[in-house]
């Protein structure tokens, strides 16, 4: 597939049991110009992970190092462990013709936006908040404290989503797969993206 655009970044967010990774895991199968932007963590490797293909692991003096020379994007606490994105690998990515895509919260999306004024703002939306409860029910592995942050939260981030370009409502998986698709294909027709050699070979 030959790069016809300009690439840019792709963030998208929503809240826990809304589907996000589940469309983001098959948008990167079905598109070979998008990257998944790997993360930098502090956790433990889980069986299975790999450096450098899952996330980066380092210990926390070095991620605070990285913090205090903001080698990050934006970063974040989860359960303990911070979780960050290095803004050389989202520059170097976007420099080989990759668009970038970031799974990440609302806070870290603001982030990128500021710091990528041409990112594309995507978030996911539950079919209702009904529906939001009963799949965070129906994971059955958060404790009853975990589930009230979680739907707190959710509200939150629901709200926040004004602040997004696009909104895509999950309540069918292929419908909703094929919308978040659309949205890039929209997105690199945009004039503003256009490759210069692209015009340039149509009016030699």
Known sequence: MARQSIPFPIV????????????????LAADPLIHRSISTTTRAPRPGEKEGTDYFFVDRPRFDELKQNNELIEWAEVHGQLYGTRQTYVEEHLAAGFDVLLNIDIQGGDRVKRMFPGA????ILPPSFADLEQRLRGRGDLAATDFTVRLAAARVEIGASARYDYL???DD???????LQAIVIAERCRRERALADTIDRLIE
């Open 12 to 27: 998208v967010s929503g809240p826990s049991g809304a589907g996000k990774t589940t469309l983001v895991d098959r948008l």
């Open 120 to 123: 594309v703002m995507v978030f």
């Open 168 to 170: 895509v409502v999950n």
């Open 173 to 179: 998986l292929a419908r909703a797969g094929k919308d």
